[in-house]
């Protein structure tokens, strides 16, 4: 998710984050874009009016890539006009603030059918195969049942893979705002995913993070 005002990124955030989504969110322009280049989302959220530009310079910037990520756009910018720059410049669809957050998600899950029926996300490491779209896993050709946590940390660095993932960012993909956490979630998450997808395939960066080895 793009958008600068912290108080409308969080219920959003929060609201996703409670059907089993990992979310990342960025307030400006350039930390976007520099994700959106580096990370393989299902969808991108995006907000026009931020500090350092036009939100329609990412979309831009993302399509010139031939990079086919879901966007949404998300803006008080309600004419006519806007909505079909915005669709005619590559978004996925456009939503007009204030939104509800269950049509949101709605809008969300429609535009991410929409790109798997048109392309496969699924990824393979060694034995291991992940489906994106169906928050599956297998070994071997064996079925892993992973749990909702589980799921989020490897995703977050399956995403990622070949990267090192600070502990932190894997905090803020998996709980909400004001949410605590226990000092060493994550890593009990890490080590029950070692013990069943192998221990050799997340390595530790001592002071770091963690790295999927693809």
């Known amino acids: ?39 393989e989302y299902n969808v991108i959220l995006l907000d026009l009016q931020l500090p350092d530009g036009d939100g329609l310079a990412l979309l831009k910037s993302v399509r010139s890539r031939n990079q086919h990520t879901p966007i949404i756009i998300l803006t008080a910018r309600d004419k006519i006009s806007d909505r ?29 059918r929409r790109t798997s029926e048109r392309s496969s996300q699924i990824v393979s490491i060694g034995d291991i195969s ?50 605590e956490i226990e000092s060493n979630a994550i890593e009990a998450h890490v080590s029950r995913l070692r013990g069943k997808l192998g221990k050799e395939l997340i390595i530790t960066h001592r002071g770091l993070g963690y790295r999927l080895e693809a």
């Open 1 to 39: 998710m793009i958008e600068d005002e912290a108080d409308l990124a969080a219920p959003v955030i929060d609201h996703l984050k409670a059907d089993q989504n990992v979310v990342d969110w960025f307030s400006t322009l350039s930390d976007g874009d520099s994700a959106a280049r580096d990370i």
């Open 84 to 112: 079909i720059k915005g669709l005619n410049e590559g978004a996925d669809d456009y939503v007009i603030k204030p939104f509800d957050l269950d049509e949101l998600t709605a809008r969300i899950n429609t535009v991410c």
């Open 130 to 179: 992940v489906d994106l779209n169906a928050h599956s896993v297998s070994r071997g050709g064996e079925s892993i049942r992973l749990t909702a946590k589980e799921w989020g940390v490897f995703e977050c660095l399956i995403t990622r893979r070949s990267k090192i993932v600070p502990k932190e960012t894997l905090e803020l993909s998996l709980y909400a705002f004001g949410d």
